[in-house]
């Protein structure tokens, strides 16, 4: 593979090198959604080292393009600029000639902003090495492919078994050519296999830093996104698309290195089954965090009808080993131990969730805090008095406690950064608002005929 360009003057000569006559440069939303610009190769030297013009106002739109009746980032509010990332270069194989960049958010005098998603999880990762640390990333994220009949209606390509062979040989056209894209923009697909639900599918990226996890994401949904509209159909990552289907989450696979990125501190070196005292700490850090962290990586309506108990979903604060109906596990043994959180899903940013989550984890080691013993068990199959003999608590339940707990949590929020949070915040209240508002069809179905 390639390595990345590392500046620049770099990325510049790779894109003369690469023969690129159309350059997208791409920014993400408190959303997760992309914006970008195209460049011809006579603005590339301007574009590379200055960035592209976008109204800061954008920031204040919702999922609909619609601004919240108290929005402060109006039309009078400026632009930032969107500054391409030179480690996030790649070639774009399905269109020709054309390469794509993740970009930073800057002010116009071309300073780090810091209402930029981007430039708050490198500030995080920074505080990472000044610790001495350094964490290892890989997203895991779940999706359905869907076609749409002649009423409109979405219908699952296919209603094979979970993790079924014939899961991957009914749309084997569609799996290869999502690895094989990912592949030539120099993106390590781990595995790709057929999830739980009828037309799920789920895919593992490599791991790697932080940052090259984020970039990687945005590849895999871009590609998965891309060939699915090529097969005729629609690629969704909403957390829970019907009521009837299992939930698609994201889920992410942290361990904890040295600064220079040699040393995993993560497992415990007496057995093959524990965390060190680093990687309990880390561990306890996010369990403590969790109220918090549910608000940024579910951060929709829709992501509380995936979090409920009994449901493969994590709804409560533990850990277990190989548990799975926790929001953090320790999967595997040796030297395969690291941390799994499971609260998250596909609606986040997940530059937002990545930053919330390493400074949980870092405060978890800076105070040293106990995540307590791994639970034995699922929750969800519980009844009430024993959970509350157990002592476990619940994530939480809905997303306005869910953002009220982002709010109030100190440290979270520091990492997330006034700027961000305020209009993140701004931003899912009115969508919340919006939602609140609606008439749905369940209670038409429901009440039309009957009050």
């Not at 430039?119 to 999706?143: H, K, N, Y």
């Amino acid at each position: 593979m390639v390595d990345a360009p590392r500046d620049a003057d770099e990325l510049l000569r790779r894109l003369e090198q690469d023969g690129v006559e159309h350059f997208w440069i791409a920014y993400h939303d408190y959303s997760g959604v992309a914006g970008a610009k195209t460049i011809p190769p006579e603005g590339f030297g301007s574009a590379v080292r200055n960035g592209v013009v976008f109204a800061i106002a954008n920031l204040d739109m919702d999922i609909l393009d619609q601004q919240p009746s108290d929005a402060t980032l109006l039309a009078d509010s400026g632009d930032f600029l969107a500054v391409p990332d030179p480690r996030s270069y790649a070639l774009l194989p399905r269109y020709p000639k054309t390469a794509r960049a993740h970009a930073w958010m800057r002010g116009t005098d071309g300073a780090p902003w810091q209402g930029c998603p981007r430039t708050r999880l490198d500030r995080m990762v920074e505080e990472l090495r000044r610790a001495g640390l350094s964490v290892q990333v890989a997203l895991e994220p779940e999706f359905y492919l869907f076609t749409r009949d002649e009423r409109g209606d979405y219908q699952p390509v296919n209603a094979t078994r979970m993790f079924t062979l014939a899961g991957l040989e009914v749309e084997h056209r569609f799996v290869t050519r999502v690895v094989d894209e990912l592949r030539a923009m120099g993106v390590a697909v781990a595995q790709l296999g057929k999830e739980y639900g009828p037309g799920q599918y789920e895919a593992t990226v490599r791991h790697g830093t932080p940052q090259r996890a984020l970039d990687d994401y945005w590849s895999l949904k871009e590609v998965v996104r891309d060939a699915a509209r090529e097969a005729g159909y629609v690629a969704t990552f909403m957390p829970k698309p019907f009521a009837h289907c299992a939930g698609s989450s994201l889920h992410v696979h942290l361990s904890v290195w040295d600064a220079a990125g040699e040393v995993d501190l993560t497992p415990a070196d007496g057995d093959e089954t524990s965390l060190s005292e680093t990687g309990r700490w880390f561990l306890g850090g996010l369990l403590r965090h969790a109220p918090a962290l549910t608000g940024l990586g579910s951060p929709t309506v829709n992501s509380y009808k995936r979090l409920l108990p009994g449901s493969w979903a994590p709804a409560n604060v533990y850990w277990g080993r190989g548990n799975r109906s926790g929001v953090a596990r320790i999967p595997g043994v040796g030297k395969r131990r690291h941390i799994e959180y499971r609260s998250g899903d596909n609606s986040c940013n997940p530059a937002f969730f990545l930053t919330g989550l390493l400074a949980a984890g870092l405060d978890g080691i800076r105070r040293r805090i106990d995540p307590g013993p791994p639970f034995e068990g699922d929750v969800g199959h519980l009844t009430p008095a024993e959970i509350e003999r157990h002592g476990l608590t619940f994530l939480p339940r809905s997303l306005p406690e869910a953002l009220a707990a982002l709010e109030a949590d100190e440290v979270v929020a520091d990492a997330v950064g006034a700027i961000a949070l305020e209009h993140f915040l701004r931003v899912k209240r009115h969508e919340l608002a919006l939602y609140d508002l609606e008439v749905h069809p369940w209670e038409r179905a429901t009440y039309l005929e009957v009050v």
